[in-house]
């Protein structure tokens, strides 16, 4: 098998995975976890979104957990925007890299917006500006790139359009977010090793999501066709509100354990992450979709 030997892990389980939740975590516990996950090892971490509070109550408090938390020096905190409202916010609150997201799917982005996705990109310019010249690193995010429950497939062309359109405004790093849960192993080495080779120039991440358990077996795919960049969350939090059925993101602890049973480095502390993750479902309030938290380290089974 063709592993790198080593990967990054970007921790979104603060945004993407409590942003999923019903209860509002207090701004205190966001500031714990996070503080304990760059202690962790973790070389990103996704802190939150600046978007509207109405929309995401979950979310109304980043900007006061961005100015609380403890800096370590070289983890990248980043943040979800929508708009130039959640640019300027992130520049208010110390915020250094942002990320911008639009969907694959065409009858998605024209119900929700009345736009094409690359019609959707090519409003970003001011958002990609604004960013720049404050000294913020941005960078673009594409939703159900794999399948959609609108179309279904989706053509790779489309996709395609949508990272020249990130390009053509200053974007070079690009995350491919399996929010429909749709994507399968086969389909994300095509596309990936497609895409590696037709734009050399981006940075790729991959997020995935475990509706159909095989978010790990997307990400062994990944890394085959020479992707090292992928998301995940702590206990697997997550999904996606607006697909029926959507389940959390792939597991940290899993994929982090997974890694190391396979000889790939991450540079995490993968008894720190468990520990985080059994905080995390005491915060929450259930039980979250982590084997590794069920059945533990294959490592403790050696007598």
Known sequence: MNLPKEVVICEVGPRDGLQNEDKVIPVDEKVQLINKLSDSGYQVIEVGSFVSPKAVPQMASTD???????????????????????VERAIECGCKKVKLNVSASKKHNL???????SESVSKFKDCVDLALSNGLEISGSISMPFGSPWEHKIPINDVKDIVKAYLNVGIKEVSLSDASGMAVPLQVYYMCTEFIKEFPQVKW?????????VGNANILAGMQAGVTWFDTSFGGLGGCPFVP????NVVSE??????????????IDLDKVISIAERVSLIVGHSLP?????????????R
Do not use: C, W
Not at 205 to 213: K, Q
Not at 254 to 267: K, Q, S, W
């Open 245 to 248: 059925g959507a389940e959390g």
């Open 64 to 86: 006061e957990v961005f100015s609380k938390i403890q800096i370590k020096q070289g983890v990248e905190y980043r943040a979800f925007v929508a708009n130039l409202k959640g």
């Open 290 to 302: 982590s084997y590794i938290l069920k059945a533990g380290k294959s490592s403790n089974l050696i």
């Open 254 to 267: 899993d994929v982090i354990h997974m890694l190391h049973e396979m000889g790939v480095e991450t540079a």
């Open 111 to 117: 119900a929700n917006l009345n736009m094409t996705p």
């Open 205 to 213: 991440i991959l997020h995935f999501h475990n509706t159909r358990g």
